[in-house]
């Protein structure tokens, strides 16, 4: 399978390309949960080479200690801060909460290199600013190809936070499989996952296909998280996907994320629930199903999101 790619350079709401645009992400996702989109601003070849060139590499090769500095005290994945060697992975990263606030980037940063960093903040806020504008316009773009009007769109990324997972991956522990991370779901609206250079993003496509998406200079891939399929009423569904790297190279990826603010249960859509399109999913509470899902009982279930919270619980399928 040959994945298309969706143009959305130039394309700005209301304007020529919109419509079309708008129906072919709407189309990617529903089908599959992901999309790839070309748009060149959204990240020039100088600020790729000063993101993956010199930012990343320079974070990673901090000591040990200077960067556990950051991490959060209970070393959640879901919490802002550095995490080690997942085991199982050969992934560690950092996330930034809302990266586009240069404050935000600076108190990292501090933590980081006491001495202050200035190039490395001006470098990822402006990358973020970037993305944000680009997750933002996807999701718009997949709600109001579903049919909700632009005001519950608005109310609704109103809700949301971004936040950049700055990530590193040496070679795969496993030089058989080549597997870097493990299939998953993302627990998000929305991930938009920006490759350099190196392999190792696949998503599944259904019927055990997996297809690699290359890491092609302006592109991006949007990949529809489990907060998302509960907001669309199950239209949308999560996508699953996972990292395997067969030239076994080390490899540099920033995760741009969107997700419902901390505290905040995710909600179906009003404007997606009728009697064609029947309530699916009860209120999510986005901490405690993370805890339920890593820690508890999650890992047991074909289909974790609807065992946890949905209305018709009769799936009873464990993995």
């Known amino acids: ?15 020529q390309g919109w419509e079309a645009a708008r129906a072919a992400v709407t189309a990617s996702m529903v089908a599959h949960g ?10 020039g070849p100088d600020l790729r080479r000063a993101v993956f060139s010199r930012a990343l590499p320079e974070l990673f090769a901090l000591p040990p200690e200077a960067k556990q500095r950051t991490a959060a005290a209970d070393g ?3 919490k802002a801060g550095y995490v080690g060697h997942v085991p199982g992975t050969a992934w560690e990263s950092l996330l930034v909460d809302e990266p586009s606030d240069a404050a935000a980037v600076r108190r990292v940063a501090d933590l980081l290199w006491p001495e202050g ?5 001006e470098t990822m806020v402006s990358f973020a600013k ?3 504008h680009l997750q933002e316009t996807v999701e718009a773009l997949t709600l109001e190809g579903l049919g909700v009007p632009a005001e519950s769109v608005r109310a609704h990324m ?8 700055l990530s590193h991956y040496g070679a795969p522990p496993d030089a058989e499989t080549c597997m870097s991370m493990r299939p998953h779901y993302d627990n998000t609206m929305v991930t938009v996952i920006v490759q ?6 696949e998503v599944h496509v259904g019927g055990g296909r997996w297809v690699a998406v290359p890491p092609e200079p ?3 891939t949007i990949v529809a998280g489990e907060q998302l399929r509960v907001a669309t009423n199950g239209r949308v569904p999560a996508c699953f996907h996972r990292v395997r790297t067969p030239s076994n190279r080390e490899r540099f990826t920033v995760l741009f994320t969107l997700a419902q603010k901390e505290g905040v249960e995710v909600r179906a859509l009003e404007d997606l629930v009728d009697e064609e399109h029947p309530l699916l999913f009860n209120p999510l509470s986005i901490e405690e199903y993370s805890k339920w899902l890593y820690w508890e009982e999650g890992h047991k279930f074909e289909d974790p999101l609807k065992a946890y919270c949905g209305v018709d619980k009769h799936d009873g399928a464990v993995a």
């Open 76 to 78: 959640s994945l879901l």
């Open 158 to 165: 109103g809700m949301l936070g971004h936040g950049a997972r």
């Open 34 to 43: 992901f999309v790839v989109v070309a748009h060149d601003d959204a990240l």
């Open 196 to 201: 350099h250079e190196v392999e190792g993003l």
């Open 1 to 15: 399978m040959e994945i298309a790619k969706v143009d959305l350079r130039g394309v700005v709401p209301g304007k």
């Open 218 to 220: 302006g592109t991006f």
């Open 117 to 121: 960093n200035t190039e490395f903040c």
């Open 130 to 132: 970037n993305m944000v």
